[in-house]
Every structure is written in C-alpha cells, then in structure tokens.
C-alpha cells in the first residue's frame, strides 16, 4: 500500500510571495491533516479535512487555507510569505475514525528569504 | 488546552542499555495517546495508540505503557539503529468533533556502539 505523498519536497520563496503545498493521503484514507514542525515550536497542528470539510483548525493567521478534494488529496496555501514561515510542512491521512490514527509523508521543506 | 511535556529533552545510551522515556499529559477527556518516531529529514513513524490507563503496547525492542497522567516509552537493550526523535502526541475529547493531536516537543535518543 502506498504512503502518504507530499508535493514538492523543497520550495524557497521569497517574502510575500505565496505557495501551495499538495498532500495525496493512503488509498482508502478520507481525513488529511496538516501540521508545521520548526526547531522552537515543534509540530503544531494547522487544520484538519475529512470528506472536503474542515473540521478542525488549529491558532494559525488566516494567511494559512486548505481544502480538500473529492478524491481526497489536499493542498494548503500560505499567502504573504513571512521569514517565520520557514518550516517542515507535514501532511498526515487517517482513515477518519475515532481511532485516529495518522500517517504522515516525508513532508515539503519550505525556505522564506 | 491540551499539553504534553516530553523529558528528557535528549537521551544517550550504550547499545544494550535499557531505559525510558517519559512522556506526561494534560487533556480533557483523553481520546487517545500517539508515540511516534522521527528520523531526521523524514516525517513521523507511527508506533503505537493507547487509549486508556493501565494499556500497553509492544514492538520489537519498544513497549509503551499508559497512566492517567503520563506515558512511558521503554526501550529495552537498544541498537544504534533505535536512534532518533520520539515523539508523543495526545488527542482529547473536544465534545467528539476533535482529531487534532497535540504533540511534544519529543526526546532525541542516540544509542552509541
């Protein structure tokens, strides 16, 4: 079975521009979870999709979006780059029950100059 | 809000030599208790899921345990290849609509020949 899939790996941008990172989860797996991991702050939940719905959101600027397609791959948008930006972006699929049990891929690299 | 505090920060070990690492919580209602692996560059591995106190779990050289305020991550005779980050991450109740999961800031394990 597949993993998770993340795309691309590595980005650099620039300040104020914006990027869109793209998740394909599990086959089978209908909930994508998005998480940023920096050396300070650890890995911090950013939202979470099931059936193209958010369910839940984590305390991000609103220049962070998602959604979530009906075969269920995602993407996530950052507008207005800011230097702070710069982290491992995660994505995790789940099969959406109760279990909860996320998977995650090996991650975009994202760089803000 | 839930916490999860992981210690120690970072972790020596001789190969064949057991210990453990703590992670402890503060959630309402907890859900579930997530330990993953985390090798660098790479996105978490899923270990295990315990669901509630007293639970445990095992694989290979790894058993993890749960308590009402914390979980424990034993490492039994570890290998070089044991080493990495272990991450813990927990998910609470938020009324039966939350699949977020918290996570720790995790424990850097390096298992020396």
């Known amino acids: 079975k597949a993993g998770v899939t993340q795309t691309p790996r590595y980005l650099i941008k620039t300040r104020g521009q914006q990027v869109t990172l793209s998740c394909s989860p599990i086959?089978?797996?209908?909930?994508v979870s998005w998480y940023q991991q920096t050396p300070g702050q650890g890995l911090q939940f950013l939202f979470e999709y099931f059936s193209e719905t958010q369910r839940n959101k984590g305390n991000f600027p609103g220049r962070f979006s998602g959604r979530q397609f009906s075969n269920s791959r995602s993407e996530m948008n950052v507008s207005t780059l800011e230097l702070g930006d710069s982290a491992l972006y995660l994505c995790?699929?789940?099969?959406?029950?109760?279990?909860?049990?996320?998977?995650f891929g090996p991650g975009t690299r994202l760089t803000v100059l | 809000e839930d916490q999860v505090t992981q210690s120690p920060e970072a972790l020596r070990l001789q190969e064949g030599e057991s210990s453990s690492l703590n992670c402890s919580y503060t959630v309402s209602g907890l859900r579930g208790l997530f330990w993953y692996r985390q090798d660098p560059g790479k996105g978490p591995e899923f270990l295990f899921t315990l669901y509630s106190a007293g639970e445990e779990k095992e694989k290979e050289r790894l058993k993890a345990t749960l308590t009402k305020k914390e979980s424990f991550l034993h490492i039994t005779a570890p290998k070089p290849e044991d080493s990495a980050t272990y991450l813990c991450?927990?998910?609470?109740?938020?009324?039966?609509?939350?699949?977020?999961?918290?996570f720790g800031k995790g424990t850097l394990l390096t298992v020396n020949p």
């Open positions: 086959s089978g797996h209908r909930s």
């Open positions: 995790a699929s789940s099969d959406g029950s109760k279990r909860n049990e996320q998977f």
């Open positions: 991450a927990v998910q609470g109740g938020g009324g039966g609509s939350n699949y977020k999961l918290t």
